[in-house]
Each structure stands twice: as structure tokens, then as C-alpha cells.
């Protein structure tokens, strides 16, 4: 039996979260990285006897589209899975559903579920330093529980909130990040994008290919990459009160 983490993580909150269940679950896991856009990700092929941990983020209440066609071109063969979200305390909605949807075509069987919370993408103020302590104590006593599921014969998958959106989850127009006056141009963010958006020369992005993922801001070596003031500001306050009060991890089993 082989365990594997396969996560999608631009800005590093979601595999926070997914190492501490791994951490709990295995001795040591195979890692599948559905940022990377250099993987054929067609070459993945689990078996029946293997576990996976399936993480993404949760981008306004959806899985990133990237991410569910990366893991559908994944071949399950029937391993057991736990789904995780990880979301910036405001809600996850509809990403477990669609997540659940997403590894039950890639031929896997979920059979554990985790809503993590991890600082936000954007307001990186919203939810900053999660998965905190005390998350990492609740994930812990939750990896506990998955354990006990994986190690009995029960592979019936978890009751989750949400349904699975009948369109496909659309970029927020306006949210792709330049490039400012500060860039050296060391090619950091064009290489690690997980979309190939960015222009290795200019170091912008085409807001046609961009899925707002963040990566860019969060990996810039000299803070060189942002977000336009004005929707910097705006979504910044709007998230301070929509996210006011402090969420909890969640499991279902």
C-alpha cells in the first residue's frame, strides 16, 4: 500500500494543512503536486490498496477548475481517498461536493472528508497563520478518526454539505497581478505558474490564462507582484467582516 498526497496549493495554506493529516495518517507519502504544469498527470495510476489525500483550495465556494481537470486525468483504480478544502475562514460552499464529484470520475472512493482552514489568497490579514495551533490539534484528532475508518472494512463515503454546480467555476475578472516597477525579472513567478500565465519577458500576466491562484505574490522574492490598490481595499474590507468570526476545521466521515 502506497499512500500519496496529491495537493493543489499555490500560496502554501492548503498543503499546510494536508502535511499535518499526512503526517498522522502515514510514515511517509508519495507526493503528486497538481500545481506543476510540466507533469502528465495521465501517467498517475494508483491501486485498490492504496490511500490517498486529495487537497485543494476553495476559491469563492469552488474547486479550482485547473485542479479537477488535473486530477481527473489521475487513474484511482478504486483507492480510498480523504478529500480536504482548505478555505480563508468565509465559507467553502460547494468545494467538497465538487471535489467529491471530481475523485469519484478520476476512479477514486472518498471515504473521509476535511474542511481546513488556511490564511486567504487575497486578504492574506483574513485567517492569517492558519492552520494555527489549535487547528493542528483538531486536524490531528481527525487524522485519528480517518485512521481508525481506514483501518476497519468501512468505505462508505461521508455525508457532505453542498451540491455539485452544474457550470464550470469562472476567474473574477480584473484579479490577475502585475508586475511592479520593483521586478528584477528573475523569472520566478513565470516558472512556477501553475498555468503558464505569466509573460517571462514582462513578468505579466494574460488575464485570459490567469486563475487568480496567487502564487505569483506569495513567491516573489522582492514583493514585486500585486493586486490593483482598489481591489486590494475593497476586498480586503468586504472579507474583515464577512470573515469576522473565527471557523472551525470540520470532518466528515
Not at 39 to 60: C, K, M, Q
Request: net charge positive; glycine share 8%; proline share 6%.
Amino acid at each position: 500500500m502506497t499512500f500519496y498526497e496529491i495537493t493543489f496549493s499555490p500560496t502554501g495554506g492548503t498543503k499546510r494543512a494536508a502535511d499535518i493529516l499526512s503526517r498522522c495518517l502515514a510514515q511517509q507519502a508519495a507526493e503528486i503536486d497538481l500545481c506543476n504544469r510540466n507533469l502528465d498527470f495521465s501517467e498517475a495510476a494508483l491501486t485498490e490498496e492504496d490511500v490517498a489525500l486529495i487537497a485543494v483550495p476553495s476559491y469563492g465556494g469552488r474547486v479550482p477548475q485547473t485542479a479537477i481537470g488535473r486530477l481527473r486525468a489521475i487513474s484511482g483504480n478504486q483507492a480510498r481517498a480523504i478529500l480536504v478544502c482548505a478555505y480563508g475562514n468565509r465559507a467553502y460552499d460547494n468545494t467538497l461536493a465538487e471535489l467529491m464529484d471530481a475523485a469519484d470520475k478520476a476512479g477514486f472512493r472518498p471515504i473521509a472528508a476535511v474542511a481546513a482552514l488556511a490564511e486567504h489568497s487575497i486578504a492574506r490579514k483574513v485567517a492569517a497563520g492558519r492552520p494555527d495551533a489549535e487547528d493542528e490539534k483538531l486536524l490531528k484528532n481527525m487524522a485519528a478518526q480517518i485512521r481508525q475508518k481506514l483501518a476497519s472494512a468501512d468505505c462508505s463515503a461521508p455525508q457532505i454539505p453542498g451540491k455539485v454546480p452544474e457550470k464550470p467555476g469562472m476567474q473574477t475578472p480584473g484579479m490577475a497581478p502585475n508586475a511592479s516597477d520593483a521586478c528584477v525579472k528573475c523569472g520566478l513567478c513565470a516558472e512556477k505558474c501553475p498555468v503558464g500565465a505569466i509573460d517571462p519577458v514582462t513578468m505579466n500576466p494574460d488575464s485570459k490564462k490567469c486563475i487568480n491562484c496567487m502564487r505569483c505574490i506569495s513567491i516573489c522574492p522582492v514583493g514585486a507582484k500585486k493586486l490593483g490598490r482598489v481591489i486590494t481595499s475593497l476586498g480586503g474590507v468586504a472579507l474583515s467582516v464577512l470573515c469576522a468570526n473565527r471557523k472551525e476545521c470540520e470532518l466528515f466521515l
